[in-house]
């Protein structure tokens, strides 16, 4: 048996797998390592017939604190053609955008970055009163990538989109319900049994409703995605090479390392 640590694990209930990204020492930072277990008990809980739905949330103060820059690949291109080859989408985001089941985010802390981006991925959105959501990503010398920020234009517009992705501020949980980013926010110990009551109601409806319902949307709202996180790729691949990004990272790099 390995002795490397699993940073998410599943636990399946009544028909409903709660998935947690489990790295909290980290905030729940995510790396490489994140991405492929939160990925892999994704795919198992989908592939899981005793499961009718997902909650995705994460472990201790936050749901993810957004990308690990203390991974030499984070945010960073050597050679344009292999980036390319390599970062054809991001794993968590195909997985939630295509996923066959119901999946909701119950963000419980800091949603930062690609934790914020992750959500806009899921059905919708339940917050405690403690989160937090940000895009930091342009104050890095970077942008939101993969469709980003119109990932989430979808759930608050255009306006309120750029607003929180162009200054990179902290939206709370009261002003994201208000925006639209959360259907509904709860003190910090109802999340998750708010979350489960939900996903009980919904999977207790007929799953071939369910199916055609989400796909009815998801289709149409995708017709535009594509192009835009091809050509969002080259967009961050520029980035990562300039000397700005490589600036505004290190107050961050320096921040983690505190945290840790």
């Not at 390995?2 to 790295?23: F, H, K, M, Q, W």
């Not at 999946?103 to 806009?120: D, F, K, P, Q």
């Not at 259907?183 to 999977?203: F, G, K, W």
Request: with cysteine; aromatic share 6%.
């Amino acid at each position: 048996m390995s002795d490397s640590p699993r940073y998410a694990r599943t636990e399946v209930s009544d028909g409903i797998a709660l998935v947690t990204i489990d790295r909290p020492s980290r905030l729940n930072a995510w790396g490489s390592e994140v991405s492929a277990h939160t990925v892999e008990e994704l795919i198992a809980a989908e592939a899981n017939p005793d499961v009718g739905g997902v909650i995705l949330t994460g472990a201790g103060r936050a749901f993810s604190a957004g990308a690990d820059l203390k991974e030499e690949s984070t945010h960073n291109v050597d050679d344009a053609e292999s980036y390319l080859e390599e970062h054809q989408g991001s794993p968590i985001f195909d997985v939630l955008g295509a996923y066959s089941k119901p999946v909701i985010a119950a963000v419980n802390g800091y949603a930062i970055g690609v934790g914020c981006l992750m959500c806009c991925c899921t059905d919708f959105i339940l917050a405690s009163s403690e989160a937090s959501f940000r895009l930091p990503q342009t104050s890095l010398g970077i942008l939101p990538a993969y469709g980003g920020t119109l990932r989430l234009a979808r759930f608050v517009g255009r306006g309120n989109a750029l607003h929180m992705a162009l200054t990179g501020r902290a939206v709370g949980a009261e002003e994201a319900k208000r925006i639209g980013l959360v259907v509904s926010v709860h003190e910090p110990d109802e999340l998750l049994p708010t979350a489960r009551a939900t996903m009980q109601e919904i999977i207790s409806y007929p799953p071939q409703a369910l199916r055609l319902a989400r796909e009815s949307l998801r289709y149409g709202y995708d017709a535009g995605l594509a192009a835009t996180e091809q050509a969002d790729l080259f967009r961050q691949m520029m980035l990562y090479q300039t000397r700005g990004s490589a600036k505004q990272h290190e107050p961050w790099r320096s921040r983690q390392e505190g945290d840790a």
